[in-house]
Every structure is written in structure tokens, then in C-alpha cells.
């Protein structure tokens, strides 16, 4: 145990000495995925602003970055408790809050996109920033399913402009997917498996194809599961305890789908069916739809296909 502790704080220090020409960051979105990557970036040693749309969204951004900093600080400084606090300290000093999207990015080396999965939504809010943030600074978004080009449109910066794909949770998830459009430069293909590496992630590159490696994989998963619980094959806590004990997952199909979010997975599946009518993979199930109209979107509502209690 000691041991595993004694890499993961190696793995810590010399991700922290790539050496890398982005230290200011700006996220955009506190919500469960901006928390996130807002807080693996202060915690490898770079400055960052997180944006939301209200005081209280990045008010609650920057207590749940504590809490989960402070699980990452006793893992890793588990015996030294002076070592832990100021970990915890130094990283929430280089956390920044704001509610002005243009104002933050004046100064931003790079600046991720995670809000809502609406494509324009994500192109409005691009070529806004288009127009304020300086010229070298790198755009990313983290999108689950939209086509990177098609965000990209939105600006004159294409070349400079890149998927960064984190997964949930983003503290405790090892891999980053690097999403190249065909007009991005290598320097900034460059810039940004390095700035992976250096926030901890291991990185794997993929072309602007739908839901990349990972959700091209696992969202049919999750919809044939539901498929399996409208027909009555199946439970969902049978089908969650099977594909955990039988397959080895950490989550069930329906444990995830709550964890992830409904919305947003409702989202994803109906972008795909929209663009992709004949496969019949990316069909919409009428469950998802009928619990996010009842407003259950999964753990961050405290009830989704299963019941939480609320923190
Ligand atoms: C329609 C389809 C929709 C598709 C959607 C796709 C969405 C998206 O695009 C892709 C994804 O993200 S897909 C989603 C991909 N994601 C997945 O597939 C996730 C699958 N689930 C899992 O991997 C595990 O259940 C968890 C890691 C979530 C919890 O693990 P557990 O064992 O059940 O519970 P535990 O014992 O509490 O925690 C264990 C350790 O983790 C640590 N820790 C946890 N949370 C933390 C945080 N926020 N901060 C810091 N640390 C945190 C904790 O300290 C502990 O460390 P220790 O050293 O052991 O003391
Ligand atoms: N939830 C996941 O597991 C997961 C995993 C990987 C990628 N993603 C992707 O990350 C993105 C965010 O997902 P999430 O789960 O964090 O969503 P979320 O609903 O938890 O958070 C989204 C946040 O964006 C904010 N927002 C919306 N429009 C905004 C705007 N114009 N300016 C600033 N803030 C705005 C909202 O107030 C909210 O706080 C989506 O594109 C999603 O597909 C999600």
C-alpha cells in the first residue's frame, strides 16, 4: 500500500515537470465534469478559472473540487498530514471563480468547454470567445458526442482548436482522448498531449468520429441495457449486479447512466438518432425520456433509475 502511494505521488511530481506551455487555464462549466477538470489542473500546479452561469453554480464548483481534493491529498500524503493540508491549500489557491466568460479568457493559455450537449449552445458560446481570448490560446471541448468540426465551425481558430474528452470522475479516471480535426496543427496536437500528460492522464488520439473510442463503445451498451429493462428481460439492479459480477465493470449499466447524468445522456442519444436515423443502435428509449420529464436526472437530483440520498 505504501508503495502504490509512494508511485502515485512520483506519478504526481514528474507529470507536474513536463515541461509545457500552458499554465493558464480556463474551464468553462462547473458542473460535474468542469469540476473536475478545473481541479486536476490546480492540482498539477497551473492557474485556473472556472466559469458557470451563477455565483452559486461555481460557488458549489469549488466545494465539491475541495472535498474531492481532499480525498486525493489523504491518498496520497496518507501518513504526513502537514504535507496533505497544504496540497489542498496550494491547489485551491490557484482556483479562480467567475460568472464572465470574455473577462476570463483575456489571459488563458487554453480553454476547455464543459457545459450543456447542445451543439448550439457550444458554438454560440466558442464564437463569443473567438473574438477576446488571445491569439494562441487553445480551445477544447470536452462534448461526449458532438463532432468537434462542427464546434470548431463556430471560430476562426481551427488550427488551434481540439477535443479533450475526460471521464467521470475526472479525479480518479486515468485516460484522456485527444480528438484532432484535420485542420489542427501539430503544435497544438503537441501542446495538449502534454498538457495531458501533465495534469495525469494517460492520452490516446482519435479522428472526429462519433462518441471517439469510448462512448462509440459504450453508449450502445447503455441503451441495449434499457432495451433489456423495457422488455421485462430484466431488473435493473439484476442487470447492474450482472454486468458487474459477470463482467467485471465497477458500475453497472444503470448505476452509470445515474452517475453520468440523464439529461445528458438523453442528449447524446437523441444528437446520434438525429444525424444517424438508420442505425439502430442510436435509437432513443422512451424510459430516459419519460425520467428526465419527471426531472429524475441520476444522483445529482437524488433520483434517476435509482434513489439517492441527498448531501
Ligand atoms: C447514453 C449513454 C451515456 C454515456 C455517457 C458517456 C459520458 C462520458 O462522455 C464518458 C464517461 O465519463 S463514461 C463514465 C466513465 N466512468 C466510469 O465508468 C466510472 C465507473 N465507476 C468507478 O470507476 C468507481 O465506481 C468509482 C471510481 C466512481 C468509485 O469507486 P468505488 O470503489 O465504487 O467507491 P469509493 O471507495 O468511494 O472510491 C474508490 C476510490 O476512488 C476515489 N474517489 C472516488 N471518487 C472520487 C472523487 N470524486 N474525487 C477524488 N477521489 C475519488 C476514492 O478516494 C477511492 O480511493 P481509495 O484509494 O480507494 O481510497
Ligand atoms: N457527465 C459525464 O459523465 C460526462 C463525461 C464526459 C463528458 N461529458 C460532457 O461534458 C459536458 C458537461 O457535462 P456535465 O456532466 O459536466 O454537465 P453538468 O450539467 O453537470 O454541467 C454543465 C454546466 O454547464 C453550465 N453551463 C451551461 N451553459 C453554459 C454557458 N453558456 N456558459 C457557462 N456555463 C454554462 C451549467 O450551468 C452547468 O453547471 C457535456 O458536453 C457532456 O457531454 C460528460
Avoid at 488571445?134 to 488551434?160: C, M, V, W, Y
Wanted: net charge positive.
Amino acid at each position: 500500500m505504501r508503495l502504490a502511494h509512494a508511485t502515485l505521488s512520483r506519478k504526481l511530481s514528474s507529470s507536474a515537470c513536463i515541461n509545457q506551455s500552458i499554465k493558464n487555464v480556463v474551464v468553462i462549466g462547473g458542473g460535474l465534469m468542469g469540476s473536475g477538470i478545473a481541479q486536476v489542473a490546480a492540482q498539477s500546479g497551473q492557474n485556473v478559472t472556472i466559469v458557470d452561469l451563477d455565483r452559486k453554480v461555481v460557488e458549489k464548483a469549488q466545494n465539491a473540487i475541495n472535498t474531492s481534493l481532499q480525498r486525493v491529498a489523504k491518498k496520497l500524503f496518507k501518513d504526513d498530514l502537514a504535507k496533505a493540508d497544504k496540497f489542498l491549500t496550494n491547489s485551491m489557491s490557484r482556483l479562480m471563480l467567475s460568472t464572465n466568460p470574455e473577462e476570463a479568457v483575456g489571459q488563458s493559455d487554453l480553454v476547455v468547454e464543459a457545459i450543456v450537449e447542445k451543439l448550439r449552445i457550444k458554438q454560440n458560446l466558442f464564437k463569443t470567445l473567438d473574438t477576446v481570448a488571445p491569439t494562441h490560446t487553445i480551445f477544447a471541448s470536452n462534448t461526449s458526442s458532438l463532432p468537434i468540426g462542427e464546434i470548431a465551425e463556430a471560430t476562426q481558430r481551427k488550427d488551434r482548436f481540439v477535443g479533450l474528452h475526460f471521464f467521470n470522475p475526472v479525479p480518479v479516471m486515468k485516460l484522456l482522448e485527444v480528438i484532432r480535426i484535420p485542420e489542427t496543427s501539430d503544435d497544438t496536437y503537441n501542446r495538449v498531449m502534454d498538457w495531458g500528460k501533465s495534469v495525469g492522464k494517460q492520452t490516446v488520439t482519435c479522428k472526429d468520429t462519433p462518441g471517439f473510442i469510448v462512448n462509440r463503445l459504450l453508449v450502445p451498451y447503455m441503451m441495449e441495457s434499457v432495451r433489456l429493462l423495457e422488455r421485462g428481460d430484466a431488473t435493473a439492479r439484476d442487470i447492474d449486479t450482472a454486468m458487474k459480477l459477470g463482467a467485471g465493470y465497477p458500475m453497472g449499466p444503470f448505476e452509470l447512466l445515474d452517475y453520468v447524468g440523464l439529461d445528458t445522456s438523453k442528449f447524446i442519444i437523441e444528437g446520434w438518432a438525429e444525424k444517424f436515423p438508420e442505425n439502430p443502435l442510436f435509437k432513443p428509449v422512451p424510459t430516459l425520456n419519460r425520467l428526465v420529464e419527471e426531472g429524475k436526472l441520476g444522483m445529482k437530483t437524488g433520483e434517476g433509475f435509482y434513489k439517492y440520498q441527498k448531501k
